[in-house]
């Protein structure tokens, strides 16, 4: 099987601003993905609700070599990432299809990408 991220970028104020009527819909939606997943064999390995941006620690080295860390997001933009889950799969397309269940009208969309896999690199454990 493949794994695969599936990345969950959104505007963290829709959660903030959210009633929690909304927020009890935002969770079922993600318990029917999470339901359809297995339904359909894919396999969730991991994931999480990640806090909000503005508790970002950005770590960056200076050119003279020294470890430089400052607070917040590295991008300002209206979106950030919020979330992601791990899943193993043998069928991407309806990875991609079932994906669809937390994207929303307004726009948000869902990245998936391949997980590297290096447990046949010499070296790597």
């Not at 359809?36 to 396999?43: F, I, N, Q, T």
């Not at 080295?61 to 899943?87: I, N």
């Not at 990875?95 to 269940?101: A, E, K, P, T």
Request: hydrophobic share 35%.
């Amino acid at each position: 099987m493949t794994q695969y991220a599936v990345l969950l970028p959104g505007d963290e104020s829709t959660w903030e601003n959210a009633t929690p009527e909304q927020r009890a819909e935002m969770y079922e939606r993600h318990g029917e993905f999470a339901r359809v997943l297995a339904e359909r064999g894919h396999k969730v390995t991991g994931g999480a609700e990640l806090t909000h941006s503005r508790t970002t620690q950005q770590v960056r080295k200076s050119a003279g070599g020294d470890v430089l860390v400052t607070d917040g997001p590295y991008a300002e933009t209206v979106e950030q990432l919020t979330g992601f889950y791990t899943v193993e799969t043998d069928d991407l397309d309806d990875l991609l299809q079932v994906c669809g269940i937390l994207a929303n009208a307004e726009g948000a969309s869902i990245e998936v990408r391949e997980v590297v896999d290096h447990s046949g690199d010499a070296g790597m454990s």
